[in-house]
């Protein structure tokens, strides 16, 4: 496993924009597929992008996709999630994620290896 370490959440208003990082340590970084959920208040945990191990591959909720831009820099052992005009349902605790597999992030939460503790984004209207 990996250990997980997001930052860069907060308040703005809609329409702007936020850069989460997740921080990762491990030396096998680079084998595990990435990614962030989400989870706002009396709402489930939700996919909201993954990338793969290598960075070849993206995949977004339908909700965030053209908005959102993952990428990740395995030199750093950090991931990045550019988020853009963002909307007021956009507001939850977002949660870095690490799995060996990609399929089973984008399968949802349940079987994912891998959490960091959270980071809250809060867009205002």
């Known amino acids: 496993q990996v250990q997980l370490v997001e930052s860069g959440g907060g308040l703005v208003q809609a329409g ?3 850069t989460l990082s997740c921080a990762a340590s491990g030396r096998t ?3 595990y597929a990435l990614g962030w959920f989400r989870q706002a208040p009396g709402k489930e945990r939700q996919f909201v992008a993954a990338i793969s191990w290598g960075g070849a591959n993206t995949y ?3 909700s965030v996709k053209g908005r959102f831009t993952l990428s990740r820099d395995n030199a750093k052992n950090t ?3 550019q988020m853009n005009s963002l909307k007021p349902e956009d507001t ?5 994620a690490a799995d060996r597999l990609i399929s089973t992030m984008r399968a949802g939460p ?3 290896g ?3 503790q959270g980071t809250q984004v809060t867009v205002s209207s």
């Open 114 to 116: 891998s959490w960091g």
């Open 92 to 96: 939850a605790v977002y949660y870095c």
């Open 60 to 62: 977004y909720a339908d």
């Open 79 to 81: 991931v990045y999630l």
């Open 110 to 112: 349940a079987s994912v």
């Open 16 to 18: 702007g924009s936020l």
């Open 29 to 31: 970084f680079s084998t």
